[in-house]
């Protein structure tokens, strides 16, 4: 006996046995290290794409700033002029100043050296009033002594050489109406306030005289196609007001005019038929004791900005009453410290303006954010004039001394804020406050809107829709094939359904929008009568299979069942469906889209959330069924035997025994078929309508932050708003799956931890 320890021994410790060892250990140790370096490898991409994700995210919400670039003096004789208002061009490279002599002088806005000027024909008299470029309106209109306007256009070209090089913005002015002034007041008294405004009929021009009068004047020009000549024609518009006004702005295709008393009343006029003028509205737009102090459009001329002498800035636009009326309505107000406004300008790109108030304060804003991106003191005291560039990326001011200070903004997202991001936003033309995504305008006036509320809520209905299919039939199939099905059977079901996981989804799609969406329109009361005559058909074939002889029943092997109700399920399906039409007729008038919709009021889209439900359902269950599978099947066999010789029932066994054993399984499989519902991008994209609404009813479809993401991403315009709140929607889902992922591993070790002593 000692020999064989010994030889066994020496068998053991022998050189080639001590080298497997050694070969072995180093296996061990290169495994080791190696499952430590893919874990720590796919904690640390996580990570790395969480904080691209941010870093995209993160300009968003960067504060704006503004620094001074610059100040200069007009060279003479342009010095010694007062200026009445001036502009820039998008470039940033040149002023135009408009002098009180009726000069155009082109400066340059970095050093103030005067590269151009342009005389324009005042007509023997002086400039009384004037109209600056405004937002949307590029017209600059000058009211003068004698009762009449002239006009004038300019422009900016940047010039290059033949070889494509810059040379430099050339600017030119024009003087409209064809160099000619407009007789505006047949009395000639003085214009002290100007406006106009062009439509399909003619530019309607309107002002107020000394005593605050208006008068109106409707500027038709007709084009002879054949000769190119061009008629002229005024005809004078005989404005009812009685009221003497102070300020006077005409809203586009002069459908409105809104005119200001010095009490603070502004009356809303409708201008649309001009030989019948009537007052729509009167309102008080400032508390008592308050004055107005500016009265401007916004870009679009949708939306008046009104400044008043306590610093605050009220936005009003037209909405349409519960009696379809359009009425003026006070939307938001910002406030800008507690001194008057004394300049009042919109942006030229967007929903933004800025303010200066008499102490010299400056505040950037963003009406559709109710963003205050800027607010600090700029200058001593009010300064004369101010203009922002097109682009809002450079202010210009000339100070109480007549200096012209340049500033540069860096202002690129204001836009974004946690209200229009995920609030609810009343936009213009709205009859209230909404959740609305639309990344695209209509024109360059309006703005995209990029509410992400209902995407996010999208992307939950159609992932609660796919959940409350896909689970059932998933978990229940699991529980089938695990404990009740013949292993026979079992070998050739389950890899079958777990091939289904490898079709794409694209092709569940496209098979959904194409064929699945007309079908189910088509067959809707089939659909909803399957629900119900399937498993009542299968009860009932149960119940009757329970009646037969047993010798009958035995001659079906035990777990093979599942082969007898394939075909039974095919029948009742095909049943369901040829009664669709005859309960449709019987039932709904032979209408059943069109009897959810008049008589429910149930809006109902061919490409909808049951669409959805099905497609993403049937991608969804391959994944919850094969972990789901594997727990329950996992189970020792030791605890159903047992269970079953202390007298439960196979049943009893199933629920009280294996499926709390299996929870933990089961509750992963859900979690990560959830996460795969939550991601999915072409079956929602092509089986919905896609479109982003905020609606939880079955019969209409919706918008995904997925499907969102890859519908946009390759339109978006790179470092653009749109560009990265789209990474902030994919950083939403980053977040969202984080969580989820973390919570169910918790609840799963709970679950394990609770269970494992059985």
């Not at 669409?611 to 066999?637: H, N, Q, R």
């Not at 929607?729 to 394990?752: C, M, P, Y």
Request: charged share 15%; aromatic share 10%.
């Amino acid at each position: 006996m000692q020999d064989i320890s010994s030889l066994l021994e020496q068998e053991l410790n022998s050189p080639r046995i001590r080298t497997r060892r050694k070969i072995r250990a180093l296996k061990d140790i290169f495994a080791r290290r190696a499952i430590a370096v893919g874990g720590w490898s796919v904690i640390v991409a996580i990570t790395l794409i969480f904080f691209y994700l941010l870093y995209e995210v993160m300009p968003l919400f960067k504060s704006a700033t503004i620094q001074q670039d610059s100040s200069f003096e007009l060279q003479e004789p342009a010095r010694s002029s007062k200026i009445l208002t001036m502009f820039t061009e998008e470039q940033n490279e040149i002023a135009a100043l408009l002098t009180e002599s009726g000069q155009l002088l082109f400066v340059d806005a970095q050093n103030g050296e005067t590269l151009s000027q342009k005389q324009l024909g005042l007509d023997d008299a002086q400039i009384s009033s004037f109209k600056a470029k405004t937002p949307g309106d590029d017209t600059l209109l000058l009211g003068l002594s004698n009762g009449k306007v002239i006009a004038a256009s300019t422009t900016f070209k940047v010039k290059f050489d033949e070889q494509g090089n810059r040379l430099g913005v050339e600017p030119s002015a024009i003087q409209l109406f064809n160099g000619k002034a407009i007789e505006l007041d047949p009395q000639q008294r003085a214009l002290n306030y100007v406006t106009e405004q062009q439509s399909p009929n003619g530019k309607l021009l309107a002002g107020l005289v000394a005593d605050g009068q208006v008068v109106m004047t409707l500027l038709r020009q007709r084009t002879n196609f054949i000769t190119g000549e061009v008629q002229e024609s005024i005809e004078p518009i005989n404005f009812p007001a009685t009221t003497l006004y102070e300020r006077l702005l005409i809203a586009p295709d002069h459908h409105y005019t809104f005119a200001l008393h010095s009490s603070g009343r502004l009356d809303v006029y409708n201008t649309r038929n001009l030989q019948n003028i009537e007052l729509l509205q009167t309102l008080v737009v400032v508390k008592p004791g308050q004055k107005v102090t500016q009265m401007v459009f916004q870009l679009a001329q949708q939306s008046l900005l009104i400044g008043d002498s306590q610093g605050r800035i009220t936005q009003f636009f037209m909405v349409r009453d519960e009696d379809a009326q359009q009425k003026l309505t006070q939307i938001r107000s910002l406030k800008l410290g507690d001194a008057p406004i004394t300049i009042l300008e919109g942006e030229q790109r967007r929903k933004g303006f800025f303010a200066i108030d008499t102490t010299g304060r400056l505040g950037i804003f963003n009406t559709t954010a109710e963003k205050t991106a800027i607010d600090q003191p700029l200058l001593a005291a009010a300064p004369l004039l101010a203009a922002i560039s097109p682009r809002a990326s450079m202010l210009l001011v000339q100070d109480a001394q007549g200096v012209f200070q340049r500033y540069v903004i860096d202002n690129p997202h204001p836009e974004s804020s946690l209200k229009s991001l995920w609030g609810k936003v009343w936009y213009e033309g709205y009859s209230e406050p909404q959740h609305t995504w639309q990344s695209s305008s209509a024109s360059n006036e309006f703005e995209p809107k990029f509410s992400l509320t209902p995407l996010a809520f999208g992307t939950l209905k159609a992932a609660f829709y796919a959940m409350l299919i896909s689970v059932p039939l998933a978990i229940c199939g699991a529980m089938y094939t695990a404990y009740f099905m013949a292993p026979a059977v079992r070998r050739k079901i389950k890899p079958v359904i777990e091939l289904m996981e490898a079709l794409p989804t694209v092709i569940l799609g496209f098979f959904a929008g194409l064929f699945l969406a007309p079908f189910m329109e088509s067959h809707l009361p089939g659909v909803f009568a399957i629900l119900l005559i399937l498993p009542l058909g299968i009860i009932t074939f149960a119940f009757a299979w329970a009646q037969l002889p047993t010798r009958i029943r035995d001659l079906v092997p035990e777990g093979w069942h599942v082969v007898i109700l394939i075909p039974l399920v095919i029948a009742l399906s095909m049943l369901s469906f040829g009664l669709s039409q005859p309960m449709e007729v019987l039932f709904f008038q032979g209408d059943m889209r069109n009897w959810l919709s008049n008589d429910l009021g149930i809006s109902f889209d061919q490409r909808n959330a049951m669409v959805v439900g099905f497609a993403m359902g049937f991608a969804v269950i391959p994944t919850i069924y094969s972990i789901a599978e594997d727990a329950l099947f996992g189970v020792p066999k030791s605890l159903s035997h047992g269970s079953l010789a202390l007298g439960a029932t196979p049943w009893q066994t199933v629920v009280k025994v294996v499926l709390p054993t299996a929870s933990p399984g089961i509750f992963s499989a859900v979690m990560i078929g959830m996460g795969r519902a939550v991601g999915e991008t072409m079956i929602v994209l092509m089986a919905t309508g896609n479109t982003p609404i905020m609606n939880a009813n079955i019969f209409e479809g919706m918008r995904t932050l997925a499907a969102n993401i890859a519908v946009e991403m390759g339109e978006s315009a790179l470092g653009s708003s749109h560009y990265r709140i789209l990474f902030l929607a994919a950083l939403v889902l980053f977040l969202f799956t984080f969580v989820v992922n973390t919570l169910a591993d918790l609840v799963r070790q709970r679950l394990r931890k609770k269970y494992s002593t059985l």
